[in-house]
């Protein structure tokens, strides 16, 4: 079964940027769909962004104008840019199928901490 891998979170000041990365073992991310999710403490998890696989994009309205997300086939992985870092942005970080018919088990994710 396909695992979702992410990495690239870090500790950055408000208004810094990050650059997070979605890859997968045990399959490729292919042609499908695919989002980043993010849970804060005390909060349920939420969509932040999707890609189709045609490059077709989706953002919440808390990241729209802030992050981007983008995919790179060849290298089987899906970025999540974010800019403009906000202390609301803190949370961990994950990765999976867009369609809740596809989600597999998160994997371990990436903690994403905004402080000054």
């Known amino acids: 079964q396909v695992q979702f891998v992410e990495s690239g979170g870090g500790l950055v000041q408000p208004g810094g940027s990050l650059r997070l990365s979605c890859t997968t073992s045990?399959?490729?991310?292919?042609?499908?769909?695919v989002a980043w999710y993010r849970q804060a403490p005390g909060k349920e998890r939420e969509l932040v962004a999707s890609v189709l696989g045609g490059g077709s994009t989706d953002y919440a309205r808390s990241a729209d104008g802030r992050f981007a997300i983008f995919r790179d086939d060849h290298a089987n992985r899906v970025y999540l840019e974010m800019n403009n870092l906000k202390l609301e942005d803190t949370a961990h970080y994950y990765c999976?199928?867009?369609?809740?018919?596809?989600?597999?088990?998160w994997g371990a994710g990436t903690q994403v901490t905004v402080s000054s």
């Open positions: 999976n199928w867009k369609s809740d018919s596809y989600k597999v088990s």
């Open positions: 045990g399959g490729t991310i292919g042609t499908y769909g």
